[in-house]
Antibody, heavy 120, light 107 residues
């Protein structure tokens, strides 16, 4: 059974950088797409970006200037860095796995999510 | 980006009743649409992908239909565990986007 677990700080100060890690178990990190999403309180889910095991990435244009996603295949982990955090970045952050539906890739496994608050 | 609008915002039904949820896209997404279920404090669960394909382990009472801009998720007979929030996601055009969700609550 595939499991994803987010880890990182629950509180970040304004202007600082958020660093989150997703640990993958039950599946190989190779040959898969892995994503980050977030959901601000009371708002819809937002896609942040994805990374392929080779290191290819794609980011949401609305966040592209502040986002970096990287993968560490030796540890079966991938990470998210989001710079210049503000109150608008307060959200539950999810990591997720995409599966290949042939036509497109869809998310079929999600982590439990980690709440990140931005406050001084 | 593609805006997905779901209706209604809340659906009040009783167990055993049929639920019909709508998701409308601001431009065509072909059939590249998924539906998810989310319960409070839990991660989303994939129900339907490519508009009408049930994900692994999803009961047959869940069905999806539609293409282009109009999509429907139908729950044929609500079970107690089906009361949750449902949202749609399009994967046709980057960036992938989500609807705001429909809450199915007990009447």
């Amino acid at each position: 059974q595939v499991r994803l677990q987010e880890s990182g700080p629950g509180l970040v100060k304004p202007s600082e950088t958020l660093s989150l890690t997703c640990s993958v178990s039950g599946d190989s990190i190779y040959n898969n797409y892995w994503g980050w999403f977030r959901q601000p309180p009371g708002k819809k889910l937002e896609w942040i970006g994805w990374i392929y095991s080779s290191g290819d990435v794609n980011y949401n244009p609305s966040l592209k200037s502040r986002v970096t996603i990287s993968v560490d295949t030796s540890k079966d982990q991938y990470s998210l860095k989001l710079t210049s955090m503000s109150a608008a970045d307060t959200a539950v952050y999810y990591c997720a796995r995409y599966f290949n539906a042939r036509s497109r890739h869809y998310v079929d496994v999600w982590g439990n999510g980690t709440t990140v608050s931005v406050s001084s | 980006e593609v805006v997905l609008t779901q209706s209604p915002a809340t659906l009040s039904l009783s167990p055993g009743e049929r639920a019909t949820l709508s998701c409308r896209a601001s431009q065509s997404v072909a059939n590249h649409l998924a539906w998810y279920q989310q319960k409070p404090g839990q991660a989303p669960r994939l129900l339907i992908y490519d508009a009408s394909n049930r994900a692994t382990g999803i009961p047959a009472r869940f069905s999806g239909s539609g293409s282009g801009t109009d999509f429907t998720l139908t729950i044929s007979s609500l079970e107690p565990e089906d009361f949750a929030v449902y949202f749609c996601q399009q994967r046709n055009t980057a960036p992938e986007t989500f609807g705001q969700g429909t809450k199915v609550e007990v009447k």
